[in-house]
Each structure stands twice: as structure tokens, then as C-alpha cells.
């Protein structure tokens, strides 16, 4: 089954707990997963070759969290192209703020511009509307589970 790297941008702890639960997910499908609470470049290049999601919420004005902000920077800055990544994403937010998901967005972004291949399409949450966010992702994430070679 496929190697999994799962880096996480969080503030309150939503997205560790979406995180933690999508690797119990993955890991019951036969994947080989691995959490990265605060996750540097270092990891990240290992999981180029492999799969890599992203479950980061958003704080401020659509910013990435201090958490993932780093790797995020850095990917940016240092790694360039990565046509051979492919990554899924999961982006929590609170529609009655100007920038819901907007770090999602921007990872989503940036990795689109680097050429690498999204998975699926991007799980967008809503605290406002989701109070357990972990029973909108759960079973996107086994659905994008499934499509792992």
C-alpha cells in the first residue's frame, strides 16, 4: 500500500484531531501513515515520492497557521517544481470570515503551481456549520484513501 505523510497546520486542535482520525483511517485501509505536528522541509521531501495531505486550518486573515507556516515558506522558496507529489488536502475554516479556508487555499495553490497532483478535490470544513469536524472529513478520507497506490 502507499506511504502517507499527514502535516498539520493547527490552532485550537481541530485539525491534529482531523489528522490523528484520517491516520487511524488510512493505517485500518493498509496505508503506511505517519503525523507531523510541526512539520519541516525535511519530511516533507521524503513524502514527494509518496503521498502527502495537508489538514491545516486557517487563522488571521486567511494565514496559515504557526505550525505549518514554516513548511509552507519553505516549500515555497526552496523546493520549486514536484510534478512526482501527489497530496490530498483538507482545509478547516469559519465561513463568517472573509478568508474561510484561506490557508488551505494558499497551500492548495502553491502546490497546483508547482505542479504537483491533488488527489480528489480539496475538503473544504466549516466550523460554523461543523461543530465535529472530524464527521465531514472521516469519510472523504476514506473515499481518498481508496485511490491510494
Known amino acids: 500500500m502507499a506511504e502517507v505523510g499527514i502535516f498539520v497546520g493547527t490552532i485550537y486542535g481541530n485539525a491534529l484531531l482531523v489528522a490523528e482520525e484520517a491516520e487511524a483511517i488510512l493505517s485500518a485501509q493498509g496505508h503506511k501513515v505517519k503525523?507531523?505536528?510541526?512539520?519541516?522541509?525535511?519530511?516533507?521531501q521524503y513524502y514527494r515520492n509518496h503521498y502527502a495531505l495537508v489538514v491545516t486550518s486557517t487563522t488571521g486573515q486567511g494565514d496559515?497557521?504557526?505550525?505549518?507556516?514554516?513548511?509552507?515558506?519553505?516549500?515555497k522558496e526552496q523546493v520549486g517544481y514536484q510534478p512526482e507529489l501527489h497530496y490530498g488536502l483538507i482545509a478547516l475554516g469559519d465561513s463568517t470570515y472573509t478568508h474561510f479556508c484561506g490557508?488551505?487555499?494558499?497551500f492548495d495553490a502553491l502546490l497546483q503551481e508547482q505542479g504537483a497532483q491533488r488527489v480528489g478535490d480539496v475538503l473544504t470544513i466549516d466550523a460554523s456549520e461543523e461543530p465535529e469536524p472530524e464527521a465531514v472529513s472521516n469519510p472523504w478520507v476514506e473515499s481518498w484513501g481508496a485511490r491510494l497506490q
Open 35 to 44: 503525523v507531523f505536528e510541526d512539520p519541516v522541509l525535511a519530511d516533507w
Open 64 to 75: 496559515l497557521p504557526d505550525s505549518i507556516a514554516p513548511l509552507f515558506h519553505d516549500i
Open 103 to 106: 490557508a488551505g487555499k494558499q
